[in-house]
């Protein structure tokens, strides 16, 4: 099992500039997670899906950032228009289970530099 | 307000010697805690979760406890290795009109030789 997949790895952009990530879960996975850390305020959930139906948007910070899930096997965090403020490691994260018993397994993160 | 404060925030430690990290939350209602390991540059990755019911958990060198009463948790780290060296974050889950986890910022462990 390749593990939850993420992509880019490191993405540098000036602002204003669209910025795109994309992840691949864990196979036979319902649960998507889309997780955002820095340093001050550690990891902060931003959306999650279930069977591709977004569930929880509370945590998206704004109307720049969307997420879509398309298909069972692939899932997209926009950040449009970018600010310096976004700079972070965005972690997609995926589970077998509830946000309650699923355990979480991490992909290993977009690190992220708005210039 | 649910919060999760984990204590200390660094901790340099010698390779061989034990560690204990803590983890006191004000989350409710509870549902289960976990830590997780994250090396630098990667993510995090899953070390234990228990639930209200479990007092102890291990995982090889790490052993994790928790006191639902006085809502403390803490990671037992014993023979402490280099590849210990990383961040240890205690998350919470909590039920209720928004369920969630919330996550600790996390103790930077370093050990050295």
């Known amino acids: 099992d390749a593990g939850v997949i993420q992509s880019p790895r490191h993405e540098v952009t000036e602002m204003g500039q669209e910025v795109t990530l994309r992840c691949k879960p864990i196979?036979?996975?319902?649960?998507l997670f889309w997780y955002r850390q820095t340093m001050m305020r550690g990891l902060e959930l931003l959306i999650y899906?279930?069977?591709?139906?977004?569930?929880?948007d509370s945590g998206m910070p704004e109307d720049r950032f969307s997420a879509k899930m398309p298909n069972a096997s692939f899932s997209t965090l926009k950040i449009q228009p970018s600010e310096p403020r976004d700079s972070a490691v965005y972690f997609c994260?995926?589970?077998?289970?509830?946000?309650?018993?699923?355990?979480?397994?991490f992909g290993e993160g977009s690190r992220l530099t708005v210039l | 307000k649910n919060q999760v404060e984990q204590s200390p925030q660094s901790l340099i430690i010698l390779e061989g010697k034990n560690c204990t990290l803590q983890?006191?939350?004000?989350?409710?209602?509870?549902?289960?805690l976990r830590w997780y390991k994250q090396d630098t540059g990667r993510g995090p990755v899953s070390l234990t979760i228990?639930?209200?019911?479990?007092n102890t958990k291990s995982n090889g060198r790490y052993t994790a406890t928790l006191d639902a009463d006085t809502k403390q948790s803490s990671l037992h780290i014993t023979a402490s290795q280099l590849s210990d060296s990383a961040s240890y974050i205690c998350?919470?889950?909590?039920?209720?009109?928004?369920?969630?986890?919330?996550f600790g910022t996390g103790t930077r462990l370093q050990v050295t030789l």
């Open positions: 994260a995926s589970s077998p289970g509830t946000p309650n018993t699923g355990e979480l397994f």
């Open positions: 228990m639930t209200f019911s479990e």
């Open positions: 899906f279930n069977n591709n139906v977004p569930i929880d």
């Open positions: 998350v919470v889950f909590h039920t209720g009109t928004a369920s969630k986890l919330t």
């Open positions: 196979s036979g996975h319902d649960y």
């Open positions: 983890c006191n939350y004000t989350v409710s209602p509870f549902s289960n």
